[in-house]
């Protein structure tokens, strides 16, 4: 696994080599970083705003409440098939287990 690099670093690296007269090369490799890695970061950054890098194993708060709603989801369904076992057995025959 790769350093980790925090969500500072990372707006600043992008910054970086946003200026003009810097590359994204140059960059990279004064900061010490992979080859293409801004570009991932760049990426990130513009389809994620204010949401890029959570870090630390955090979720972003769309992803977070995306596995919210299934766990709740599948919680549901075993609640809805339990409910449906019961309906079953409270409308059999009552005479059929009575041995008439």
């Known amino acids: 696994m790769g350093k980790r690099f925090d969500k500072e670093f990372k707006i ?12 994204q090369s140059e960059i990279e490799r004064d900061l010490g970083i992979s080859q293409g890695i ?11 705003g204010d949401q890029a890098f959570p870090g630390k194993g955090r979720l ?6 995306l596995r919210r709603l ?8 075993q609640e809805r098939d339990i409910l449906k076992k019961a309906v079953a057995i409270f409308s059999e025959d009552p005479n059929r287990y009575s041995g008439s």
């Open 38 to 48: 801004i570009s991932r970061w760049k990426r990130e950054l513009r389809n994620d």
């Open 12 to 23: 600043e690296a992008v910054r970086l080599a946003s200026e003009p007269g810097n590359t």
């Open 60 to 65: 972003k708060p769309d992803d977070d409440e």
């Open 70 to 77: 299934k766990r709740e989801n599948e919680r549901l369904r």
